[in-house]
């Protein structure tokens, strides 16, 4: 139960490079389990839900060897289809076992995820695709057992543009015996990082990004090298600390296209943002303008961006207003900012913000991961010291947090 002590009030500065992205590295993670063949991915970030996702892998029969930000996967043998139930309610990312050990063993038995701090985050929509595929699922209090004979093409229509659902598909589909759509697909970037090595890997497959994608069933699929691409949420989390400290950063290692939403956002409320091929500049001289946001499914505004924006917006020059659709208890962090003197009223889906000229140091309880973030901006932004506690929820997707930001000229240190 580690926190953080953060004497805030300073502008950042410097540059620092952006991790690869969480949300990449576990759907690849679980492509691994698809051939037997060795997988090397670069790029990886050493995170906490990474690691549990390698110690799934592990009990699952593979072996894994993590070096650096380098993770090689060779999952010869899979010597069991059970997921080991305590690792696999730690990530809910887990779920995304279930399609590739589908595809690879036929068989699956593992515990429903559960809920989380942000919502009860049902899989209906991964089951409904599963059993499209030719899955039979039975559901014995939380323990799901899942079989078939052989996975069959099918014809998937998502109700809502799931990102868990679409990759779970997707793993599933790569082996199956036949041609499989995914209508109404979600088009995150990270669903077109796991097409690219699911290529890379022999499979075909196309159309991850849009809508509608496409996938022939292939007999086996081999070993490959890839990199993660860089997490977008990490870099729309470093321009919102720059813009709550009124700061000056030079992102690198980002791909501006991805962080599209946040940078538009900004920019209106006029921080100043260059743009170049795989980095960003910004900087942000004065109280910034209030503005309205609601997430939905990219590419519209992202949800894992939604609490970072309200600490930029109770900073800000006016009334913002901040709505969530994606996921239902995505607020918590409110009252947490409340704590430092944000005047904030929560209504139904948004969040009405008042900015204030600053912010006055706290003690703050991380509720979530991207809440957690938040509140390490909040105590960033305060004059004085702000502790932020819980901060293993900002572990399970943040690498080595507080050495970048030292590196930027942050006061912060970490109390085990
Ligand atoms: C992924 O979660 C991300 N996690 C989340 O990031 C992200 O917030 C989310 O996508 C939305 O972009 C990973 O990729 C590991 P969804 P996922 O299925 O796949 C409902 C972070 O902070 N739904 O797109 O679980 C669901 O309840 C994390 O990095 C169903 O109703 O999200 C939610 O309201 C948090 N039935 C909405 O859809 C289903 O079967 C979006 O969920 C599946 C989802």
Same mark, same amino acid.
């Given at each position: 139960m580690?926190?953080?002590?953060?004497?805030?009030?300073?502008?950042?500065?410097?540059e620092?490079?952006? @991790?690869?992205?969480?949300?990449?590295?576990l759907?690849?993670?679980?492509a691994?389990? #698809?051939?037997?063949?060795?997988?090397? +991915?670069?790029?990886?970030?050493?995170?906490?839900?990474?690691?549990s996702?390698?110690?799934?892998?592990?009990? %699952?029969?593979a072996?894994?060897?993590?070096?650096?930000?380098?993770?090689?996967?060779?999952?010869?043998?899979?010597?069991?289809v059970?997921?080991p139930?305590?690792?696999?309610?730690?990530?809910?990312?887990?779920i995304?076992?279930? =399609?590739s050990?589908?595809?690879?063993?036929?068989?699956a038995?593992f515990q $429903?995820?559960?809920?989380?701090?942000?919502? /009860?985050?049902?899989?209906d929509?991964? #089951?409904?695709?599963l059993?499209? #595929?030719?899955?039979?699922?039975?559901e014995?209090m939380?323990t799901?057992?899942?079989?078939?004979?052989?996975?069959r093409?099918?014809?998937i229509?998502l109700?809502?543009?799931s990102? =868990?659902?679409?990759?779970?598909?997707? +793993?599933?589909?790569?082996?199956?015996?036949?041609?499989?759509?995914i209508?109404n697909?979600?088009?995150?970037?990270?669903?077109v990082?796991?097409?690219?090595?699911? +290529?890379a890997m022999?499979?075909?497959?196309?159309?991850?990004?849009?809508?509608?994608?496409?996938?022939e069933?292939?007999s086996?699929?081999?070993?490959?090298e890839?990199?993660?691409?860089?997490?977008?949420i990490?870099?729309?989390t470093?321009l919102?600390?720059?813009a709550?400290?009124?700061?000056?950063?030079?992102?690198?290692?980002?791909?501006p296209?991805?962080?599209?939403?946040?940078?538009d956002? &900004?920019?209106? *409320?006029g921080?100043r943002?260059?743009?170049e091929?795989?980095? &960003?500049?910004?900087?942000?001289?004065?109280? %910034?303008?209030?503005f309205?946001l609601?997430?939905?499914? $990219?590419?519209?505004?992202?949800?894992?961006?939604? *609490?970072q924006?309200c600490?930029?917006?109770?900073l800000?020059?006016?009334v913002s207003?901040i709505?969530e659709?994606?996921?239902?208890n995505?607020m918590?962090h409110?009252?947490?900012l409340k704590?430092?003197?944000?005047?904030a009223?929560?209504?139904?889906?948004s969040?009405?913000?008042?900015?204030?000229?600053?912010?006055?140091?706290a003690d703050?309880?991380?509720?979530?991961?991207?809440?957690?973030?938040?509140?390490?901006?909040?105590?960033?932004?305060?004059?004085?010291?702000s502790?932020v @506690?819980?901060?293993?929820?900002i572990?399970r997707?943040?690498e080595? +947090?507080?050495?970048?930001?030292s590196?930027?000229? /942050?006061?912060?240190?970490?109390?085990c």
């Open positions: 580690g926190r953080f002590i953060i004497n805030g009030g300073i502008p950042l500065r410097g620092v490079a952006v @991790s690869g992205a969480k949300n990449s590295a759907p690849l993670l679980a691994c389990l #698809l051939t037997e063949e060795e997988v090397v +991915l670069h790029n990886c970030p050493r995170i906490g839900d990474v690691f996702m390698q110690g799934i892998l592990e009990k %699952l029969g072996h894994v060897r993590f070096s650096g930000n380098t993770i090689c996967v060779a999952a010869k043998e899979i010597e069991t059970a997921m139930e305590k690792l696999s309610k730690k990530i809910r990312s887990s995304f076992l279930l =399609g050990m589908l595809g690879r063993m036929r068989r038995v $429903y995820p559960g809920g989380c701090e942000i919502g /009860a985050r049902p899989i929509q991964h #089951l409904d695709a059993r499209k #595929l030719g899955v039979g699922i039975e014995e939380d799901i057992h899942c079989r078939t004979e052989a996975l093409g099918a014809h229509r109700s809502y543009p990102v =868990g659902a679409t990759e779970n598909a997707i +793993l599933a589909a790569m082996l199956a015996e036949g041609t499989t759509t209508e697909a979600a088009r995150e970037p990270e669903i990082d796991l097409q690219n090595l699911l +290529l022999g499979g075909k497959i196309r159309g991850a990004g849009n809508s509608r994608i496409v996938i069933g292939v086996r699929l081999h070993g490959a890839h990199t993660c691409i860089p997490d977008r990490e870099a729309g470093f919102a600390a720059a709550v400290t009124r700061g000056e950063l030079h992102l690198l290692s980002v791909n296209g991805d962080v599209r939403g946040t940078i956002i &900004l920019r209106g *409320a921080a943002i260059r743009e091929e795989d980095s &960003l500049w910004i900087r942000v001289g004065g109280r %910034l303008e209030p309205h609601t997430t939905n499914p $990219y590419p519209d505004f992202p949800t894992d961006m939604q *609490a924006m600490v930029v917006a109770a800000s020059n006016g207003r709505t659709t994606v996921f239902e995505r918590r409110i009252d947490e704590k430092a003197g944000a005047e009223e929560v209504k139904g889906h969040a009405f913000i008042s900015g204030v000229y600053s912010l006055h140091p703050f309880t991380a509720t979530d991961l991207r809440g957690g973030a938040a509140l390490v901006l909040a105590a960033l932004a305060a004059q004085g010291q502790t @506690s819980r901060i293993e929820y572990d997707g943040y080595a +947090l507080e050495y970048k930001l590196s930027l000229g /942050a006061d912060i240190r970490r109390e």
